[in-house]
């Protein structure tokens, strides 16, 4: 009885013996030699497979399938008597298995085959399978090893012939220009015609070519360059690898990019040319046709297909922005009807992107497995696949393959699982299914091969900028506030945006500081660059900026002494900062800038401003410097933006321009809605630097406290006078008898504690908001009171303070500006009627 697993070798052997078959019934041609060597890479999982042949003691590469030759360094010639594998293989006339812990390795984890062709040469091919070629992989590399007949082998020359090898056809393009320029492969007479000299740049192109680039003759000065500007960004690289001559390799080249206009979207237009070789003082040429293929979609080849994809992988950073990238590439092209591109975390495939993206669109057990967004595909629970991602193949079934619902229902008229591996290591799967009975041909076989493994490097890559990245932001996030305090009469919000065109840590930094007297500090900056040392120094500005507003001291005071704290610590950076201080009783505030943008303001009836105010310089620039401070007024409803540089400035975009942009942000904003108020202010967001935002909405306090202040003078009677004009203020508020008698109790022992201990000016100062009663005694003195541990009936003081604290609800100190405020809080409702 015939085991499962030999008959599927022999369904596979015999596969691509029929498939070969076919091709090799044709015609020699380049087309038919380029269609061998795919089969390489179908049946035998191969990532490259190139055909090399004999001229002059060296071994030349004729063309190849796969992903370019030099991504795993092998070279377009090698010598005949060499010792690398092609000129092993092409020596003794067996072949050569080169795995990666041999010395003739080309990379690290790549496997090498080098298989003899009858009549000369031989066939290369490379692969990234942990285990190397099989034997069963040996065994299909053999069969196209024999399919490779010299005459397919070798380029037509211009008369559509075959040479009799690569020699002739080098000799026929030697010798005669129009042989070498009129061949069948591209046309160089014609409107849509061009010539590149390799050596110069130098073009000549047809009318229509210039056309199609939005030139006409006399404005074409002839130079490559002056095309290249006129093409899409994202499509240079791709463009690039065609018409640097040191990126080339012989055969024919074809590839699809975008040429910009003037009046309407990119046009998609074809290049199709192949490298002509020097030869009697004449330079490589590249010649060829660029025709315009934007109604012609459907015609594109694989070949422009896999460049495309490769294009957008490279520019693709993030997990989701590699998984946009290969359903933007392969979906439409392919005509499937679902996509799914997952990565592999321990044994469940954590989707990624899936098209469409409703759940209805997939299976049952998707749908269970639906977590927020997309689902986590459980592989235990889809054996078949499971078993690919093992094998590390791509698997294809086609209509009618009896699978386990969770895959047939992808695919019910064919399904195709690409495993994604780099390094030996998987990475994920792609899943793409057809509706409709779908013919899975040789071409179609070979792009989804060679996608996959672009794809699965791409992915790796993506994997570790995400990790890194996480990482960066979460360093970032624990250097700024877990979260901003309640505030009395406003609501602030704040957000903070990680760069993402690098994986340093940066030092924007914002802070809200409540302090006494109903009074708010806002605070925002940044520290020049992006380093550990920015993100250090700029932990160390704000706990800075914090310590010296606790202390009391006004805006331009907290700032100046910031700046002289960042130059006494020696450092080459410097910080920006912009600090105000909100009174929320009276709606008013005080800024102050040191070299940072200004705040912007959205007032009640929907207009914005920017502050205009004078500023002081960065922080860390100058020891002695001064910081003005510009008052600022706030109605109800008002909104004052404070924000960094990565918000309002960037390469394409100046801060006056940011700023207007932000402040036309605001005056259409909804200030109901502050959080989305801010999301929608970072939507546009550069991200090529970090982005800090802090937003407040000024309410207004809805019961504004009774305050009376009195400076005491320092004469014998001073606690009298301060008893007497505590007395007049409380009998005016309508406060208690009993509340009273504590009150004046707390105020007598306060003002002769400061008049005994400090000198200099004492203030004090009543307030009442909420029936609680607030009593604060200011002195110059930083000494904080201290509670005696015990008292004796023979002690003549330290009574005062365990009397205050007897009738007091609660009491403290403050620092303020050099000094100190010792304070008690009394509640009427205890000493009610």
């Known amino acids: 009885m015939v085991s499962e697993g030999a008959a599927q070798r022999g369904t596979g052997a015999?596969?691509?013996?029929?498939?070969?078959?076919?091709?090799?019934?044709?015609?020699?041609?380049?087309?038919?030699?380029?269609?061998?060597?795919?089969?390489?890479?179908?049946?035998?999982?191969?990532?490259?497979?190139?055909?090399y042949a004999p001229e002059g003691g060296r071994l030349h590469l004729v063309d190849s399938a796969g992903v370019p030759h030099r991504f795993y360094g092998l070279s377009e010639n090698y010598p005949a008597d060499g010792d690398s594998p092609a000129a092993r293989a092409h020596r003794d006339g067996r072949p050569v298995w080169s795995g990666p812990a041999e010395p003739d390795r080309t990379g690290q984890g790549v496997h090498v085959a080098a298989l003899p062709v009858s009549g000369g040469g031989c066939l290369l091919v490379a692969g990234e399978r942990p285990g190397g070629f099989g034997p069963q992989d040996r065994a299909f590399l053999t069969l196209v090893a024999e399919a490779l007949t010299p005459a397919a082998a070798a380029p037509r020359t211009a008369d559509g012939e075959t040479a009799a090898g690569p020699a002739a056809d080098s000799r026929a393009v030697a010798d005669s220009d129009t042989a070498a320029d009129s061949g069948t492969v591209v046309e160089e007479d014609g409107p849509h015609a061009f010539r590149l000299a390799m050596d110069t740049g130098r073009v000549e192109a047809g009318d229509a070519l210039l056309e199609l680039f939005g030139l006409s003759r006399d404005g074409f000065d002839g130079r490559v360059e002056t095309l290249l500007g006129l093409t899409l960004p994202e499509d240079l690289p791709s463009l690039m690898s065609v018409v640097e001559a040191g990126h080339m390799s012989i055969g024919d080249r074809e590839l699809e990019f975008r040429v910009l206009r003037r009046d309407g979207p990119p046009r998609w237009v074809r290049l199709r040319g192949r490298l002509l070789p020097g030869g009697a003082g004449r330079p490589a040429r590249l010649a060829g046709t660029v025709a315009d293929v934007s109604t012609l979609r459907s015609d594109v080849t694989d070949v422009a297909r896999v460049q495309r994809l490769a294009a957008s992988l490279a520019a693709a950073r993030t997990v989701r922005e590699v998984s946009r990238a290969v359903v933007s590439a392969l979906r439409s092209p392919l005509g499937a009807d679902r996509m799914a591109l997952a990565t592999l975390e321990n044994d469940r495939l954590?989707?990624?992107?899936?098209?469409?993206?409703?759940?209805?669109?997939?299976?049952?057990?998707?749908?269970?497995?639906?977590?927020?967004?997309?689902?986590?595909?459980?592989?235990?629970?889809?054996?078949?696949?499971?078993?690919?991602?093992?094998?590390g193949r791509t698997r294809?079934?086609?209509?009618?393959?009896?699978?386990?619902?969770?895959?047939?229902?992808?695919?019910?008229?064919?399904?195709?699982?690409?495993?994604?591996?780099?390094?030996?290591?998987?990475?994920?799967?792609?899943?793409?299914?057809?509706?409709?009975?779908?013919t899975f041909g040789p071409e179609e076989r070979a792009l989804l091969t060679a996608s996959a493994g672009l794809v699965g490097q791409a992915l790796t890559r993506a994997h570790a900028f995400d990790a890194e990245h996480e990482l960066v932001g979460m360093l970032q996030r624990q250097l700024l506030p877990r979260r901003l305090p309640r505030l009395p009469?406003?609501?602030?919000?704040?957000?903070?945006?990680?760069?993402?065109?690098?994986?340093?840590?940066?030092?924007?930094?914002?802070?809200?500081?409540?302090?006494?007297?109903?009074?708010?500090?806002?605070?925002?900056?940044?520290?020049?660059?992006?380093?550990?040392?920015?993100?250090?120094?700029?932990?160390?500005?704000?706990?800075?900026?914090?310590?010296?507003?606790?202390e009391g001291h006004p805006p331009d005071v907290v700032v100046a002494h910031s700046n002289r704290l960042l130059v006494e610590m020696e450092t080459d950076l410097f910080a920006t900062c912009c600090y105000v201080d909100v009174d929320m009783e009276a709606g008013t505030a005080w800024s102050v800038r040191a070299g940072h943008p200004p705040p912007v303001l959205r007032h009640p009836d929907g207009s914005a401003e920017i502050t205009e105010s004078d500023g002081g310089p960065p922080l860390g620039v100058v020891t002695q410097a001064d910081f003005p401070m510009a008052p600022l007024r706030l109605l109800p409803g008002t909104v004052l933006a404070l924000t960094t540089d990565g918000l309002v400035e960037s390469a394409d975009c100046d801060i006056d321009a940011g700023l207007e942009r932000l402040a036309h942000g605001l005056s259409l904003a909804d200030p109901a809605h502050l959080g989305l108020v801010a999301d929608a202010l970072l939507g546009d967001a550069h991200r090529g630097d970090d982005v800090a935002l802090l937003l407040m909405r000024y309410d207004g306090m809805s019961v504004k406290p009774l305050r009376e202040g009195w400076t005491v003078w320092r004469v014998p009677e001073a606690a009298r006078h301060a008893r007497r004009f505590t007395r007049r203020t409380l009998r005016t508020w309508g406060v208690p008898a009993d509340a009273m008698d504590a009150a004046l109790l707390v105020v007598s022992e306060l003002v002769t504690n400061a008049l005994v201990h400090t000198d200099g000016r004492v203030r004090l100062d009543l307030g009442l908001l909420n029936h609680r009663l607030r009593l604060a005694v200011t002195d110059a003195s930083p000494r904080t009171p201290v509670k005696p541990p015990g008292l004796t009936w023979e002690a003549t003081g330290g009574r005062?303070?365990?009397?205050?604290?007897?009738?007091?609800?609660?009491?403290?100190?403050?620092?303020?500006?050099?000094?100190?405020?010792?304070?008690?809080?009394?509640?009427?409702?205890?000493?009610?009627?």
Do not use: N
């Open 489 to 550: 009469g406003a609501v602030a919000v704040a957000r903070y945006l990680p760069a993402t065109a690098g994986l340093e840590v940066g030092g924007d930094w914002y802070d809200v500081i409540p302090l006494p007297d109903h009074h708010v500090a806002l605070v925002i900056g940044d520290v020049q660059g992006h380093s550990t040392a920015a993100a250090t120094l700029m932990g160390q500005m704000r706990t800075a900026l914090r310590a010296y507003a606790a």
């Open 800 to 833: 005062g303070i365990l009397l205050v604290e007897a009738v007091s609800d609660t009491w403290g100190t403050v620092p303020v500006s050099g000094g100190k405020q010792v304070w008690s809080e009394i509640p009427l409702e205890q000493h009610g009627d």
């Open 396 to 438: 294809i079934w086609p209509a009618g393959t009896a699978l386990e619902p969770a895959l047939a229902e992808v695919g019910p008229g064919g399904l195709a699982v690409l495993p994604l591996s780099a390094a030996g290591r998987m990475t994920g799967a792609c899943l793409i299914g057809w509706d409709q009975p779908h």
């Open 14 to 51: 015999s596969r691509a013996e029929a498939a070969l078959g076919a091709i090799a019934s044709g015609p020699a041609s380049p087309e038919r030699l380029r269609r061998v060597l795919e089969q390489a890479l179908v049946f035998a999982g191969a990532a490259l497979a190139a055909r």
């Open 350 to 391: 954590v989707v990624t992107v899936l098209d469409p993206p409703e759940p209805e669109a997939w299976p049952e057990l998707w749908r269970l497995e639906w977590r927020t967004e997309w689902p986590d595909a459980p592989v235990r629970a889809m054996p078949t696949l499971a078993s690919a991602l093992r094998e």
